[in-house]
T-cell receptor, first 114, second 111 residues
């Protein structure tokens, strides 16, 4: 059981370049999430997918797009990278049953935009 | 007002002491509360969750929830240097299926 995996682990982009961050989970969870984490700002939700076929904006969606490819995979795309998108990106997955809810995180992608 | 507030710290405690980490939240209808531990350069790791008022114990960790006062706390007994990390409080606001995180409290346990 790998849990939540993310690729790549590190990436350096120039302003204006595009890239896709990949995320996959093998826990058969319905819900998946993309966060960014910046110093002093905590974890902020970019987009989430409550179930296969649905996606919704989170707190900071501007400059990003997502695709829920299937139940396992949820990708995050930066169409035209900006220095403000330099951050650590975490993917997470969860399965909610009533009030019981546990969210598991991938190892993260450290992105630098120059 | 932020939805979930934590003191950023650092909170410094000597080895063997009790570390007390606090979190307040703004949505009175929130039902689910979580504590994550994050080591430097690593991803958040779930260590405790609590849904009902009162205390929940798991080994050296105790989560305490007081919905009337809208706070949740985490006590770490017999603190060890390996407990040094940032502790993130997270809440599911009413009507949502997503977590809202605080900015975290950095804990330093000195030998």
């Amino acid at each position: 059981n790998a849990g939540v995996t993310q690729t790549p682990k590190f990436q350096v982009l120039k302003t204006g370049q595009s890239m896709t961050l990949q995320c996959a989970q093998d826990m058969n969870h319905n819900s998946m999430y993309w966060y960014r984490q910046d110093p002093g700002m905590g974890l902020r939700l970019i987009y989430y997918s409550a179930s296969e076929g649905t996606t919704d904006k989170g707190e900071v969606p501007n400059g990003y797009n997502v695709s829920r490819l299937n139940k396992r995979e949820f990708s995050l795309r930066l169409e035209s990278a900006a220095p403000s998108q330099t951050s650590v990106y975490f993917c997470a997955s969860s399965e909610r049953q009533g009030v019981a809810y546990e969210q598991y995180f991938g190892p993260g992608t450290r992105l630098t935009v120059t | 007002q932020k939805e979930v507030e934590q003191n950023s710290g650092p909170l410094s405690v000597p080895e063997g002491a009790i570390a007390s980490l606090n979190c307040t939240y703004s949505d009175r209808g929130s039902q689910s509360f979580f504590w994550y531990r994050q080591y430097s350069g690593k991803s958040p790791e779930l260590i405790m969750f609590i849904y009902s008022n009162g205390d929940k114990e798991d080994g050296r960790f105790t989560a305490q929830l007081n919905k009337a006062s809208q706070y949740v706390s985490l006590l770490i007994r017999d603190s060890q240097p390996s407990d040094s990390a940032t502790y993130l409080c997270a809440v599911i606001p009413s009507g949502f299926q997503k977590l809202v995180f605080g900015t975290g409290t950095r804990l330093l346990v000195s030998p």
